[in-house]
């Protein structure tokens, strides 16, 4: 596809996103598609949706704003901030640097990094400090992430998988 179908797929993701609409963001993905970012690691195709309709849906105060992006043929990138309160009650500004690759004009792979540990401390308080250095607490955060997302998954499809 061409850089300005690609740019206009960016564009239309963070409108998404920013409307609060995870379900539009969704199909922005191809079938198949790769993300992975620092809380939630590596998701593959349906799972991707879920997370952001999960994400979506439980917002009450989202801000998104895309300060920049770009596009080529084949890849892109985007500078994103989000602005919520995490479910501690806890306000957070995540600076976010996203990487894409696209095929047909859809995402294929999208990976979101950001600083994990100024993330969790203002998420989770001092003790994010602890999450983000120590491997056992930030496999276990992300392990909550994970099963937060299965139970969303059938609570959204009604099954008992």
């Given at each position: 596809m061409s850089a300005d179908a690609n740019r206009a797929t960016i564009e239309r993701f963070y409108a998404a996103f920013a409307a609060g609409n995870g379900s539009a963001m969704t199909a922005c993905y191809g079938p198949g598609a790769h993300f992975r970012d620092p809380a939630f690691g590596d998701l593959e195709g349906e799972d991707i949706g879920a997370m952001w309709r999960m994400l979506t849906g439980r917002a009450k105060d989202l801000k998104i704003e895309l300060h920049e992006h770009e596009a080529g043929e084949e890849s892109g990138s985007a500078h994103w901030i989000a602005r919520y309160t995490f479910s501690t009650?806890?306000?957070?500004?995540?600076?976010?640097?996203?990487?894409?690759?696209?095929?047909?004009?859809?995402?294929?792979?999208?990976?979101?990094?950001?600083?994990?540990?100024?993330?969790?401390?203002?998420?989770?308080?001092?003790?994010?400090?602890?999450?983000?250095?120590?491997?056992?607490?930030?496999?276990?955060?992300?392990?909550?992430?994970?099963?937060?997302?299965?139970?969303?998954?059938?609570?959204e499809t009604g099954s008992s998988l």
């Open positions: 009650g806890r306000p957070v500004v995540n600076d976010i640097q996203a990487k894409f690759r696209f095929a047909g004009g859809l995402i294929a792979d999208h990976v979101d990094d950001f600083d994990f540990r100024k993330w969790a401390k203002q998420a989770l308080g001092p003790s994010g400090n602890l999450v983000a250095v120590l491997p056992p607490l930030r496999s276990k955060a992300r392990a909550k992430a994970l099963a937060q997302l299965a139970a969303y998954k059938r609570d």
